[in-house]
């Protein structure tokens, strides 16, 4: 039985770290993608850390002596983005959280969350000739790169006890091949079944790996980019006559740990946003749809490597 004080840490939210031109990030080509290089040229990320240790008397007496102040922790992250040449926000928030455990004793445990703040490279026309800018960026409102980590004490060194990466707000639309029917009729059932329909999801995975230092360290040898696990999604769902979101997920889950045998398992937290059908075109095959009605459904699932076993 432990003494520990369930909830005890503190933190700094939305550290905002802008690094230009940061480490390209280069990985294996793979059947299912043409992504094999970040470049990282403009590198954006939304940062959160927590920091555990021993605080009970700044609560208690108003003894700050032991305090790290969340504008130090702030200043630490910013510094650090300087400090360090790094070409994935994972290796980057893990090496960060070792810092912190070196630079204070205080501390036992950092918890480290990261998002990535996308920018899309703004292409220029002269002369009827087109091409990348290189210096001139503009916000992607889109996909973004994620990762989780806690590193604590052990021993004289340190050791990662928790560590995901992932990819939130996937919005992908596919007006036919869907389908949604057999599903529970009773008194209260009022939804039509659909042999085909359009299925509009969003998407938010996280993957976890055997040994999470083949995501967690600087040099990202065993790495699995966001944007490759991205287009695998996109591949099954262009190929694959799904009959639920819970199917569609399942196969992306699939192919992604087949893909690559370093990961663990693959994790989905989906929302339908299915359009409501309003009428058929008039002239042609086009159907015109509106945005959905409130509320949302939401599906949560684990696909894990025994899952390969069951195709």
């Excluded at 230009?20 to 939304?46: C, H």
């Excluded at 108003?62 to 102040?69: K, T, V």
């Excluded at 042609?284 to 894990?304: D, H, R």
């Amino acid at each position: 039985m432990t003494n520990e004080r369930p909830i005890m840490h503190y933190g700094k939210k939305d550290v905002f770290v802008y690094r230009t031109y940061a480490k390209p990030l280069i990985v294996d080509a793979i059947p299912e993608s043409d992504f094999t290089k970040r470049e990282n040229t403009l590198l954006g990320i939304d940062v959160q850390v927590a920091l555990h240790g021993d605080f009970l008397k700044n609560y208690t007496e108003g003894d700050n002596s032991n305090l790290i102040a969340t504008d130090s922790m702030r200043n630490f992250v910013e510094q650090h983005a300087a400090k360090l040449e790094f070409s994935t926000i994972d290796g980057f928030l893990t090496e960060v959280a070792n810092r912190f455990l070196q630079k204070y004793p205080q501390i036992h445990k950092v918890e480290m969350a990261g998002q990535q703040v996308n920018f899309g490279e703004v292409s220029i026309t002269k002369y009827g000739a087109t091409e990348g800018s290189g210096i001139i960026f503009r916000p992607l409102k889109t996909e973004r790169a994620r990762a989780n980590v806690t590193v604590e004490r052990s021993g004289s060194g340190t050791k990662i006890v928790q560590f995901t990466s992932g990819l939130q707000d996937i919005h992908m639309m596919k007006i036919t091949g869907n389908s949604f029917y057999g599903f529970v009729q009773d008194e209260y059932t009022q939804l039509p079944e659909k042999k085909d329909r359009n299925l509009f999801i969003y998407v938010d995975m996280d993957w976890t790996y055997n040994n999470p230092e083949d995501g967690a360290v600087i040099e990202p040898e065993h790495y699995v980019a966001a944007e490759q696990v991205r287009d695998i999604a996109a591949g099954v769902f262009y190929d694959l006559k799904n009959n639920s979101i819970q199917h569609l997920v399942y196969h992306i889950g699939l192919k992604v740990l087949e893909r690559f045998p370093q990961l663990k398992d693959v994790s989905f937290y989906t929302n339908n946003r299915t359009w409501k059908e309003v009428a058929e075109a008039e002239q042609g095959n086009g159907t015109v749809y509106t945005e959905p009605t409130l509320p949302y459904g939401f599906q949560a699932f684990t696909v894990v490597r025994d899952d390969l076993k069951r195709k």
